[in-house]
């Protein structure tokens, strides 16, 4: 990851139906070139390709739609309290939004159970699916190393789960969510012989991507930018 900028995006306040919540602020890494977001944040971050292949060829002009429309997602992303956000590729190559929520905020220690806390982040996450239903969801769940695989694997993977559960809870569709995974603690992000990199390494990434709904907007030229 290069040169990557961090920025606090300012408190403002929305109501969420059903799971109204206090707006907070979130920090967006990376962005794409050319747009008044990426003017601010600098380049993409990160290489994680995500998502399914599109049928069909996605041209550069589509994509670029596709990419302004997500650097929105992005911005309104950052405005939830404890999410960290940085713009990824998806798997056709299309700018995606990688959301990561750090597992001690969510869990206790163990845990998957979320905390009150969590749920006042998560239901503010929840306005930004809804607001953008033509976006696919994938949730992962990590751990860092500390014991084996086989609590690992399941407290992850339930992790993961009740973040679906709760988001859901909250009115998203069911049909946004594509792969909802434990990793346990097979993709770490840090070094798991420091306490402060086991830290990062116990986390929720979110992954928002362009559907064919969405692709199919952008060529027929009704898709928001």
Known sequence: ????????????????????????TGALIGAGGGSVLGAI???????????????G????????????????VAAEAARVKNAKVEEVT???????????????I??????????????SDLAKFSTVLKNNADC???IYGHTDSTGNDGINLPLSNSRAQSVVNYLKNCGV??????????????????????AAG?????????????????VNAAKNGTLSE
């Open 1 to 24: 990851m290069k040169n990557l900028k961090m920025v606090t995006v300012g408190l403002c306040f929305l109501s969420v139906c059903g799971c109204a919540t206090k707006q907070g």
């Open 41 to 55: 944040v600098g380049k993409i971050a990160g290489n994680a390709a995500v998502g399914a292949a599109i049928g």
């Open 57 to 72: 060829a996605v041209g550069a002009g589509t994509g670029a739609i596709i990419g302004r429309h997500m650097d929105k």
């Open 90 to 104: 998806d798997a056709n190559g299309l700018k995606a939004v990688k959301v990561t929520f750090d597992s001690g």
């Open 106 to 119: 969510l869990f206790a220690t163990n845990q998957s159970t979320l905390t009150a806390s969590s749920k």
């Open 136 to 138: 696919h969801v994938d």
């Open 173 to 194: 569709s069911n049909a946004q969510f594509q792969n909802v995974v434990g990793k346990g603690s097979s993709q770490p992000v840090a070094d798991n012989s420091t």
């Open 198 to 214: 086991r830290k990062q390494n116990r986390r929720v990434e979110v992954y928002l991507y362009a559907s064919q709904a969405m």
